[in-house]
């Protein structure tokens, strides 16, 4: 989709939301503006979307759902601040990193894992000796990493992906907090979907009986965890998933976040 009707969608949005520009990328000779949706409230909820380019089912369910999920929010008193496409020229070149060829997903924090040694992502568990939020890395992630660093940690972070690596259609989670918490969501979701239970689904993540994995990866979802946040996942619906069954589990997710929130977890 090209980014200035994408974009177009996003403002629409104004009647229901306070809409704006958290900062701009520029690519080539593009400028493009980067998103927050905001809708008040007494606990909040951060959301995600769009790291990767060729996943694009988050970002659209946001653009076409939004005001249900933000009367959904309200009805609830849950404040939302909602980052609908992070990595716009990937977005609108079908592409998984930007047009620069940087990956914008992975770049929060950094762990030290002996004295001077600094890893981002930890592929097995190991001890750690700390933490520290990153502060390089490719614009997208800077400008995003920045924002959200100015607020207080939130009541739950919610980041939507897609799989572009399995095959079929079918859904798994990233999750930190307990998993008591989401197998209501796996389960609303598997009755549209396949879900991935007990499998491998990359080089370094195998799923377990839920179809979830707790995988320290340096991500967005890492860094609410490491802050304290309860309920942290990264969700996945594989691209060959309809466009309109990854809506339909993207909004079961919302929604089980927006009810977490509501009842203080």
């Not at 520029?26 to 909040?44: H, K, N, S």
């Not at 930890?122 to 660093?149: C, F, H, M, Q």
Request: glycine share 8%.
């Amino acid at each position: 989709m090209n980014y200035t009707d994408y974009a177009k969608r996003i403002r629409a949005h104004a009647q229901v939301a306070d809409v704006s520009e958290y900062g701009r990328v520029t690519e080539g000779d593009q400028d493009y503006p980067l998103f927050r949706l905001v809708v008040p409230g007494e606990r909040w909820l951060v959301i995600t979307s769009g790291f990767h380019g060729e996943e694009p089912a988050g970002p659209l369910t946001l653009a076409e759902h939004f005001p249900a999920v933000a009367a959904y929010a309200v009805e609830r008193g849950v404040g939302l601040r909602v980052y609908p496409c992070i990595n716009p020229s990937g977005f609108e070149a079908g592409t998984r990193y930007n047009r620069s060829g940087e990956k914008p997903n992975n770049d929060f924090l950094r762990y030290e894992v002996a004295p001077g040694e600094w890893v981002g992502e930890l592929n097995v568990a190991r001890p750690i000796l700390r933490w520290a939020l990153y502060d390089e890395g490719p614009k997208e992630t800077r400008a995003i990493r920045s924002e959200l660093a100015r607020y207080a940690a939130p009541a739950a972070a919610l980041d939507i992906h897609q799989d572009d690596y399995l095959g079929g259609a079918s859904t798994y989670a990233y999750t930190f907090g307990d998993k008591a918490a989401y197998r209501p969501l796996v389960e609303a979701s598997a009755k549209h979907v396949a879900v991935v239970r007990s499998q491998k689904v990359d080089d370094h993540s195998f799923t377990d009986a839920d179809g979830l994995i707790e995988y320290h990866d340096g991500s967005v979802t890492d860094w609410y965890s490491r802050q304290g946040v309860p309920y942290t996942a990264a969700l996945e619906t594989t691209t060959p998933t309809p466009r309109d069954v990854c809506d339909a589990v993207n909004l079961i997710w919302i929604r089980g976040f927006i009810d977490l929130v509501a009842r203080g977890g």
